[in-house]
């Protein structure tokens, strides 16, 4: 019920900077925490950057003071700004939303297809 489209990956080169955005769309009753999560080839999945639907966020030690991510609750977005990225930030990145899509339904977590971002040395 609840589907993320991601956007804004691409090809950029070190020191460059990129803005991913996810929209979250479909039948919901609410939706709580958002995030983005990254996997690297031949690497497992971590996490990027979390944030709550009242604005605390949190992030992966190796994006910190690089990275920043925010939400327009009104869009049902969030987004992830990604500055001076280096090629070890290469990853497909993962959109991610814990929802209800029913007053009486449990909370699950709900996953973006993935956006491919590159960094060239």
């Known amino acids: 019920q609840v589907q993320l489209v991601e956007s804004g990956g691409g090809l950029v080169q070190a020191g460059g900077s990129l803005r991913l955005s996810c929209a979250a769309s479909g039948r919901f009753f609410s939706i709580n925490a958002m995030g983005w999560y990254r996997q690297a080839p031949g690497k497992q999945r971590e996490l990027v950057a979390t944030?709550?639907?009242?604005?605390?966020?949190n992030y992966g030690d190796s994006v910190k003071g690089r990275f920043a991510i925010s939400r327009d609750n009104a869009k049902n977005t969030v987004y992830l700004q990604l500055d001076s990225l280096k090629p070890v930030d290469t990853a497909v990145y993962y959109c991610?939303?814990?929802?209800?899509?029913?007053?009486?339904?449990?909370?699950?977590?709900?996953w973006g297809q993935g956006t491919q971002v590159t960094v060239s040395s």
């Open positions: 991610n939303a814990q929802a209800r899509i029913g007053l009486y339904s449990g909370i699950y977590d709900y």
């Open positions: 944030i709550t639907n009242g604005g605390s966020t």
